[in-house]
C-alpha cells in the first residue's frame, strides 16, 4: 500500500541563511507605551514642543524635502541604478538599461518561474522503497524542505506500515547530475554555501552547540545528537552554530551531505524503535523494488514564501534545478536550469540581448547580471504574489546584498494602484535605504493606505 503524507507545518526556529556563533536568541526591548511618556502633568509641556519644533517645519524648507526632487537620488549612486513605475503608469529611472549584479534580488526571477513552469500547488516527493535483501531505498526528488521534522514524520509512517529492521539505507541520488557545485559559492562553513541535492537534508546546514565545558550536542530540539556534530563541534569554540556541512574535511567513501542525510535518517528510524544496519550510495535503485511510501512536501507557493522570506540560497537553487525537469527530464544539470530559465525568461519577457544573464538561481554569483528595466518586468509579473515577499520598511520587498552590491526590488502602494521599484547598487557605499526614503516619500505610501495591501501586510507579517 502507498502513502501520500503532506507536509505538516512546522517552521525551522532559527533562519536557515545565518551562521550562529555564540548566539543567545532573546527578544528586542518591548516598545514603549503611551503611559511611559505622557502623564497628567506632561500633556502640556509636550504640547508647547510640538509648537515649537513643528512649525519651523512649515516655515523653512527642509533637506528632506529637497531630497524629493527628481534628481535628488542621482547624489546617491556611485555605480547604479533604478527603477519605478509610477501611480500614473509612467516609468522612470537612471541607468535603466544598463546590466547589473543583482544578489539575492535575483530570486524573484527564479521563484517568478518556479511558479510558472513547476505550478503553485506543485509538491516534491521523495519516494521509499524496499528491495528484496530488506534494505530501505530512499529515491530523492531534489525536496528543498527535507527537514528534520518531516524525517521524523516519515520514519513515524514507516514503523505504523511493521517495518522493523532495514538492513542498509540506499540514498537514490540518480535525479542529479550537477557538472559542479554552486558557481559564486565560497565553500564556508557558513549555511548560505551549502551544495543542493536530491536527497539533502535540513539545507545542508548542522545546528550544533559547544558548551563551555566542551560537551557537543544538537543547536535545535527536533534534530538528535549526530556523530557528524561531534566531529565538527570540536572546531570550534563554546557557542551555537549552523555551518555548511560540505565545507569540512570527509570521512569514508561519502560525501559529508551524504553522510549527514545517512545520520539522520538513522537517528530518527531508531527513534521509533527501526534498527539499521549501515549505508551505500547508489546511483539507482536495482530491479524492482516495493515501493511502500511516497513524502510529498509542501506547495511551490509555500516553499517560495520561505524562500523569500529567509533568503534561503539552498532553496533557491533547488527550484533552480527543478524547473529543468520538465522541457529536459533526468538527470538534472545546471546547463538543463539554465536553458529552461533563458527558454522561460523569452518566452515571457522577449529581452533585449544583454538585459539579463542567470548561471544559477540565488544570486550567489556575480556572473548573474540583470537590468532594472528587465528587473521591474519581473516585478509585473510577480504582483499576484506580492505577498510572498518579505515586509521591510512596511512594503512588501526583496533585498540584495553581496560585497559591494546592494539592491532592493519590491512594491509600493498609492491609492489603490501596486507600483514596482528596483534599486540596484554595484559600489562600495550602501545607500539603498536612502533612496527608498526618497522614493517611498514621492509616492507618500504611508498617508494613502490601500485596505487590500494593508489585509495582505498583516497577513504576511503575522506568519513571521
Aim: contains cysteine; charged residues 20%.
Amino acid at each position: 500500500m502507498i502513502t501520500n503524507i503532506l507536509k505538516k507545518k512546522s517552521p525551522n526556529p532559527w533562519p536557515t541563511f545565518l551562521r550562529y556563533k555564540g548566539f543567545n536568541a532573546g527578544r528586542s526591548p518591548l516598545p514603549f507605551s503611551r503611559a511611559q511618556v505622557t502623564g497628567p502633568g506632561l500633556t502640556p509641556f509636550i504640547l508647547m514642543v510640538l509648537v515649537l519644533f513643528t512649525v519651523p517645519v512649515f516655515l523653512f524648507p527642509l533637506p528632506a524635502r529637497a531630497l524629493m526632487r527628481s534628481g535628488s537620488v542621482r547624489s546617491y549612486i556611485q555605480h547604479g541604478g533604478y527603477m519605478l513605475r509610477t501611480a500614473r503608469g509612467t516609468v522612470e529611472g537612471l541607468h535603466a538599461d544598463t546590466p547589473f549584479i543583482p544578489a539575492s534580488t535575483i530570486k524573484l526571477v527564479t521563484s517568478l518561474a518556479a511558479l510558472d513552469i513547476l505550478g503553485p500547488d506543485y509538491r516534491f516527493e521523495t519516494r521509499f522503497y524496499l528491495d528484496t535483501a530488506g534494505n530501505l531505498i530512499i529515491q530523492g526528488d531534489g525536496d528543498p524542505m527535507l527537514t528534520s521534522e518531516e524525517i521524523a514524520t516519515i520514519a513515524g509512517e514507516l514503523a505504523q506500515k511493521g517495518i522493523a529492521r532495514v538492513n542498509d539505507l540506499i540514498l537514490d541520488n540518480s535525479a542529479f547530475a550537477l557538472e559542479r557545485d554552486v558557481d559564486g559559492s565560497e565553500h564556508s562553513e557558513r549555511p548560505y554555501d551549502a551544495m543542493i541535492g536530491p536527497t539533502a537534508v535540513n539545507f545542508n546546514a548542522m545546528p550544533i552547540r559547544v558548551h563551555p565545558d566542551g560537551r557537543i550536542d544538537s543547536g535545535e530540539e527536533q534534530t538528535p545528537v549526530l556523530p557528524m556534530m561531534k566531529r565538527i563541534g570540536k572546531l570550534f569554540p563554546p557557542g551555537l552554530y549552523r555551518v555548511n556541512v560540505g565545507a569540512f574535511a570527509t570521512e569514508g567513501n561519502l560525501s559529508n551531505e551524504s553522510r549527514y542525510t545517512k545520520e539522520l535518517f538513522e537517528a530518527l528510524l531508531r527513534k521509533q524503535g527501526i534498527k539499521v544496519n549501515g549505508i551505500t550510495r547508489l546511483k539507482k535503485h536495482p530491479g524492482k523494488p516495493l515501493l511502500i511510501l511516497v513524502h510529498k512536501s509542501d506547495t511551490v507557493r509555500n516553499i517560495v514564501r520561505e524562500c523569500l522570506k529567509f533568503s534561503n540560497n539552498f532553496i533557491a537553487n533547488e527550484l533552480f534545478i527543478a524547473c529543468a525537469r520538465k522541457r529536459y527530464g533526468l538527470p538534472l544539470t545546471w546547463f538543463k536550469a539554465q536553458r529552461t530559465f533563458n527558454f522561460f525568461i523569452h518566452r515571457t519577457f522577449h529581452p533585449s540581448p544583454g538585459m539579463i544573464t542567470m548561471v544559477e538561481g540565488s544570486g550567489l554569483s556575480r556572473k548573474n547580471r540583470i537590468t532594472p528595466r528587465m528587473m521591474l518586468k519581473v516585478l509585473d509579473k510577480f504582483s499576484p504574489y506580492a505577498d510572498l515577499l518579505p515586509i521591510k520598511h512596511n512594503l512588501f520587498i526583496k533585498s540584495g546584498t553581496l560585497d559591494g552590491v546592494y539592491c532592493y526590488g519590491g512594491y509600493f502602494i498609492h491609492h489603490g494602484y501596486t507600483a514596482p521599484f528596483v534599486i540596484m547598487l554595484n559600489q562600495k557605499t550602501n545607500t539603498r535605504d536612502q533612496i527608498l526614503t526618497i522614493l517611498k516619500a514621492r509616492f507618500n505610501t504611508t498617508h494613502t493606505p490601500n485596505p487590500v495591501t494593508e489585509k495582505m501586510l498583516l497577513k504576511a507579517t503575522s506568519g513571521m
